[in-house]
């Protein structure tokens, strides 16, 4: 199993440059997440799904959108990138039954916006 | 005010000591406690997890959940340079969709 898989890994971008991450995982899991990560800023919840065919907003939904391709993939569009979205984005997934809150992460895109 | 708070650091101690991290929270629905260890650019690995509150040990790591006193702490005795890492805390009300993380705290063990 691969686990939770990330592409790209790396990125830059022009501002105003459009473009889509892409997370997939293997693990059968009902929900997945999008976090990015900024120096002293822990992980901060973008969008996520609990299950396939919902989507909710995080807490720093601004900027970006989702789709939740199939029970696999979990997508994260930037339409307009600005510097402020320079960051390193993770996806995460879990099972979605009482008892298990353990969250799978992937190894990060690094993303940076000029 | 954020709903969990991790002390920042960052942390320097030598190896061989007892390291503690810790969180508070202000939410008592949380029911759910877990730690995350992220090595420098990777993603968080889960380390420990635990139920409401009490202790739990796994090997040289021990985690403490204080429900009244909306405290969790991990320690890590005898801490080697392998375990020089970001460590988050986490945690989660039953059935809900989403954890909410602290910002984590950065420890470095030097030889």
């Known amino acids: 199993n691969a686990g939770v898989t990330q592409t790209p890994k790396f990125q830059v971008l022009k501002t105003g440059q459009s473009m889509t991450l892409q997370c997939a995982q293997d693990m059968n899991h009902n929900s997945m997440y999008w976090y990015r990560q900024d120096p002293g800023m822990g992980l901060r919840l973008i969008y996520y799904?609990?299950?396939?065919?919902?989507?909710d907003k995080g807490e720093v939904p601004n900027g970006y959108n989702v789709s939740r391709l199939n029970k696999r993939e979990f997508s994260l569009r930037l339409e307009s990138a600005a510097p402020s979205q320079t960051s390193v984005y993770f996806c995460?997934?879990?099972?979605?039954?009482?008892?298990?809150?353990?969250?799978?992460f992937g190894p990060g895109t690094r993303l940076t916006v000029t | 005010q954020k709903e969990v708070e991790q002390d920042p650091g960052p942390l320097s101690v030598p190896e061989g000591a007892i390291v503690s991290l810790n969180c508070t929270y202000s939410?008592?629905?949380?029911?759910?406690f877990m730690w995350y260890r992220q090595y420098s650019r990777k993603g968080p690995e889960l380390l420990m997890y635990?139920?409401?509150?009490g202790n739990k040990e796994d090997g040289r790591f021990t985690a403490q959940v204080d429900k009244s006193s909306k405290y969790i702490s991990l320690f890590i005795r005898d801490s080697q340079p392998s375990d020089s890492a970001t460590y988050l805390c986490a945690m989660i009300s039953t059935n809900a969709g989403k954890s909410t993380f602290g910002d984590g705290t950065t420890l470095t063990v030097k030889p």
């Open positions: 799904s609990a299950s396939e065919g919902t989507t």
């Open positions: 995460a997934s879990r099972v979605l039954w009482t008892g298990s809150y353990e969250q799978y």
């Open positions: 635990t139920y409401s509150s």
């Open positions: 939410n008592s629905a949380f029911q759910y």
